[in-house]
């Protein structure tokens, strides 16, 4: 027994430093950081087959029409497109009842990969009677960044091109007429809205 004491503590001196393994469901990891919010990446940015969290199988799995994987007839995601767990937007508020929808501006990212980011604004539309928004946000990795706004007014002034170019995707990519623009969001009122729908 006393040969094996030098190995047991070196196991448990090993483990007692390995990180905390990530939540097995992305939806369980909170909505807000230190920093910022999680982004659970679904649909990487320029790729167009509609992928989904499937909740219940906790599994990302293609959206399926028809029978078919989904894929959008339009052009590739502008950005990387997920949801910030925890969070749900109450159907009897007029919401989809879905988590809120992120789209996280910077290069590709697998899809399951989960992000510390900072919310820049929001893009509210209204979906077949039902409010949809999508926070846009950008990582708080400087690594990850692509651009550095550090607000809506920033990003309105130096990267308008890109937040009309968000606007115009999402109002067409479905189907003419299937999404109708509503507004635009500030980074404080994105942040309130995203305390309003935690969980």
């Given amino acids: 027994m006393k040969k094996l ?3 047991l503590f070196l196991a448990i001196l090993i483990y007692s430093c390995q990180p905390e393994a990530a939540p097995a469901d992305p939806d369980a990891y909170p909505a807000r950081t230190p920093n910022g919010i999680n982004v659970v990446v679904e649909i990487p940015a320029g790729t167009n087959i509609k992928i989904e969290y499937q ?4 599994r990302f799995e293609a959206d399926q029409r028809d029978g078919k994987d989904r894929q ?9 497109y997920g949801f910030i767990p925890s969070t749900q937007m109450d159907k009897a508020a007029g919401g989809d009842g879905d988590p809120l929808d992120v789209l996280l501006l910077c290069a590709a990212l697998p899809t399951g990969t989960v992000v510390e980011a900072r919310p820049i604004g929001a893009l509210q539309l209204m979906d077949e009677g039902e409010l949809d928004t999508k ?17 809506f007014t920033d990003f309105s002034i130096h990267y308008d091109g890109a937040r009309h170019i968000i ?10 007429g299937t999404n109708t623009f509503e507004g635009w969001l500030d980074e404080s009122k994105t942040l309130a809205l995203i ?4 969980q």
């Fill in 135 to 151: 926070v846009i946000a950008i990582p708080t990795d400087a690594t990850l960044q692509t651009i550095t706004p550090e607000d």
């Fill in 195 to 198: 305390a309003h729908y935690e």
């Fill in 167 to 176: 606007e115009t995707w999402f109002l067409y990519y479905d189907g003419l």
């Fill in 72 to 80: 959008i007839d339009f052009l590739p995601y502008p950005g990387n």
């Fill in 5 to 7: 004491w030098p190995f």
């Fill in 55 to 58: 909740k219940n199988s906790q």
